[in-house]
């Protein structure tokens, strides 16, 4: 089995930049480890202005166009970005089927609705028919599942977003007498890190001992401004993937009151639940499929305020333990990249026997 891999990928070696390039980088790892072969099918990524950016994306979707037929293979995995990329996958979705190649589109991220809903007639005609040109097509999140079944007939395979159990530290010996409340992501506003601020501020003043941790990378004016107007957290900055799951792995609450109107599966959620840190966030992207009973999920819209009230309920009635031994499980059951994996190896060979 030889699997042409095409999507957002990071180099060897590279960091990934987002989910897509992270999640992408594990499945093509582990299914290497699997013992299946698999070739990289990098989407261009050009740089600089406008003029050389729109060069740059016509050469490079060119250039994958016309190594679909120089390069044998058995199926045509795309990761696709869909939105203004649609077209190009469109297109090298039916490359790939004159090939004889088999083929699957994967839809990550949460914004496929979005995009639908506000890009007009002609966008969704073209949508519809890369999905229809797929054998397979798999989502980053089960919400997507009733419209793919509406569109092509089929089910969609769910390949969620994944994290390699094996490589998880245990967590520490937890300490109840201050609750640990973690902010992990980029820092902006629509991620949320202001709201998560104000919940930090909430708590102490409603008489709650806790601390606030952020770690990630943001504007230095913005990170200035928030730390004079929200004086007492503890900012770490950008930190290695180790740093972050141990920090993970000491705290309680993790903060993710996300309103990213591109929000899917996050890295940092499920890491977060791996490590046992009870994740309370917005009812935004695959949020609530990918919590369930195992944390709080609120509305969209849900001031600093009722996050602030969730938390300090659940730690009066003591139910802080029973969430963070449910978030490890759920994770363990349904988001390992050794099952996760597996699952996948299982699709290809059916879609090869079919």
């Excluded at 990550?108 to 054998?135: C, E, N, V």
């Excluded at 937890?174 to 506003?189: A, F």
């Excluded at 401004?225 to 900012?235: D, S």
């Excluded at 009812?283 to 300090?312: T, Y």
Aim: aromatic share 10%.
């Amino acid at each position: 089995m030889k699997i042409l891999f095409c999507g957002p990928i990071p180099l060897a070696g590279a960091t990934p930049h987002g989910g897509y390039e992270a999640c992408n980088r594990r499945t093509i790892d582990a299914l290497r480890e699997h013992g299946v072969t698999v070739s990289e099918h990098y989407y261009p990524q050009p740089k600089g202005g406008a003029k050389a950016k729109l060069l740059g994306y016509l050469g490079g979707f060119r250039d994958l166009l016309r190594r679909i037929p120089a390069e044998p293979g058995d199926i045509y995995h795309l990761t696709g970005l869909y939105k203004h990329f649609v077209l190009a996958e469109w297109l090298l979705l039916r490359r790939a089927r004159r090939q004889r190649l088999k083929v699957v589109y994967d839809v990550r991220a949460g914004s496929m609705y979005k995009h639908y809903a506000r890009l007009g007639p002609l966008y969704r005609w073209l949508f519809r028919q890369t999905l229809r040109t797929a054998d397979v097509v798999m989502v980053e999140g089960t919400d997507y599942d009733k419209f793919v079944r509406e569109v092509t007939g089929r089910s969609a395979f769910y390949l969620p977003n994944h994290i390699p159990l094996h490589s998880m530290p245990p967590r520490a010996p937890t300490d109840n007498s201050v609750l640990r409340l973690v902010y992990v992501g980029r820092v902006n506003l629509e991620k949320g890190v202001e709201t998560a601020l104000q919940v930090f501020t909430s708590l102490k003043v409603a008489g709650v001992a806790c601390e606030l941790t952020i770690a990630g990378p943001g504007d230095a004016a913005l990170i200035a401004r928030l730390q004079q107007q929200y004086p007492g957290a503890q900012w770490s900055g950008p930190i290695p993937s180790d740093q972050v799951l141990a920090l993970l792995g000491r705290s309680h609450i993790f903060l993710f009151p996300t309103r990213h109107p591109g929000e899917g599966h996050s890295n940092a959620l499920t890491e977060a639940m791996a490590m046992g840190c009870v994740p309370v966030a917005t009812d935004n992207g695959f949020n609530q499929s990918v919590i369930g009973p195992a944390g709080i999920v609120l509305p969209l819209d849900a001031p600093a305020s009722a996050f602030a009230d969730s938390i300090r309920m659940m730690w009066a009635q003591d139910g802080w333990t029973a969430l963070s031994d449910a978030a490890a499980a759920r994770t363990r059951e349904l988001f390992s990249t050794e099952q996760a994996v597996t699952r996948l190896q299982g699709a290809y060979a059916n879609l090869l026997k079919a």
